[in-house]
């Protein structure tokens, strides 16, 4: 797989200039949803260089990352003249660079696309890695192709325009890098202050966060090995979202991840000896700015069925990614069913969960 370029932008105009001049095409098109056409497309559709381009615009929310959405994009680019040699660029959340990417990978056997992830989740984790794909037959992400955007370009300005509990869910992602990556990192992501948010900095950590991820992605592109690395947190955190869109309680990805972190890391404590103050540490930060995801002993049967059928495990085994230490990965470790409801009791026991506790906005802006 082709190595895409990730540019931590100072002058979007000027990025997306030369990141457009370096894929000759004929015809340009954006791709935006209901939420970036609001929001984003008044910042870009100034600009010259896409000042011929056609908009193709779509549903907001997972909800559309389906094959009816995906069918209109692919009709759009027809209808619209697009040939091999178009170009797409994707504008938006994880939703958009995920479609958008796979759109463009499979119009006439693939065209070339650029990406400008416009949440926090999209610019650390969904939009770069190459991995494109929709939601099928009531599944995340179960059609797709891995395919790498030729270039994307991240710009913390858009983020101003996301609120607090979307900006926690990309950070989570953020943590996770941290812990898979150095204990300086780890440090000062736990340090950031949400109630007085440093634009710049965040920036700064973003560039870090992506870093971690391009280096992880280009040793093992295709998932075989130390790409599982960034699965931490996600073996228990799929569970927890499955448990939470059934009893239709929804809850961001980001906090279903922070809330497997705590989970995987108790294991990382207890089978592979991550050390009891890190992980001590880490449960503070994800209780004060997540709280903890409600659930009672009674579910501990279904959030292990859900772990049963994630698409990670192979041969019926359940698979995590543990760490020794931060920065120390260990994947492809394995559970008992009773090592994982006894770990189920200690997120209950560290977090206290009898009530949904997750604070609003209005609580982190003022505490
Ligand atoms: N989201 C994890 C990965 O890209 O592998």
């Known amino acids: ?32 949803d209901e939420h970036t056409r609001e929001l984003c497309i008044p910042v870009v559709s100034e600009f010259d260089c896409i000042k011929n381009a056609h908009f193709i615009y779509i549903g907001a929310e997972d909800v559309h990352k389906n094959l009816e959405t995906l069918a209109y994009v692919w009709k759009e680019l027809g209808d619209k003249g697009a040939s091999r040699h178009s170009l797409l660029i994707n504008l938006g959340g994880g939703m958009v660079t995920d479609l958008g990417g796979f759109a463009a990978s499979t119009f006439k056997r693939g065209i070339k696309y650029i990406n400008i992830p416009t949440t926090l989740l999209a610019m650390v984790d969904a939009s770069v890695g190459g991995k494109t794909g929709i939601n099928f037959n009531g599944l995340k992400n179960e059609i797709g192709v891995f395919s790498p955007a030729e270039s994307v370009l991240i710009d913390a300005n858009f983020l101003k325009s ?6 926690l869910s990309g950070y989570a992602e953020m943590l996770k890098h941290g812990l898979i990556s150095t204990h300086d990192h780890w440090i000062e992501l736990l340090k950031f202050d949400f109630n007085n948010i440093d634009y710049k900095v965040l920036q700064t950590l973003v560039g870090k966060s992506v870093q971690i991820k391009e280096d992880i992605v280009e040793q093992d592109p295709f998932e075989r090995g ?13 569970a927890f979202e499955s448990l939470a869109l059934e009893t239709q309680h929804p809850i961001l990805h980001g906090y279903a991840v922070a809330w497997g972190i705590v989970c995987e890391l108790y294991f990382s404590h207890i089978k592979t000896g991550f050390p009891k103050d890190k992980l001590r540490q880490t449960i503070l930060f994800v209780k004060e700015h997540y709280g903890v995801m409600p659930f009672n002993c009674k579910q501990y049967e279904r959030l292990y069925e859900f772990m049963k059928h994630d698409k990670k495990n192979s041969a019926g085994i359940i698979n995590f990614t543990l760490l020794t230490e931060i920065g120390n990965i260990q994947i492809n470790q394995s559970a008992s069913k009773d090592e994982i409801f006894e770990m189920l009791d200690f997120y209950h026991e560290s977090m206290g969960c009898l009530l949904y506790t997750s604070p609003s906005p209005r609580d982190l802006s003022t505490s």
């Open 1 to 32: 797989m082709s190595k895409q370029e990730v540019i931590i932008c100072h002058n979007l105009e000027e990025n997306l200039n030369k990141a457009i001049n370096q894929c000759p095409h004929d015809k340009l098109f954006v791709l935006a």
């Open 162 to 167: 996301l609120d607090i509990r979307n900006l």
């Open 226 to 238: 130390i790409r599982k690395a960034l699965n931490l947190g996600h073996t228990v955190g799929h």
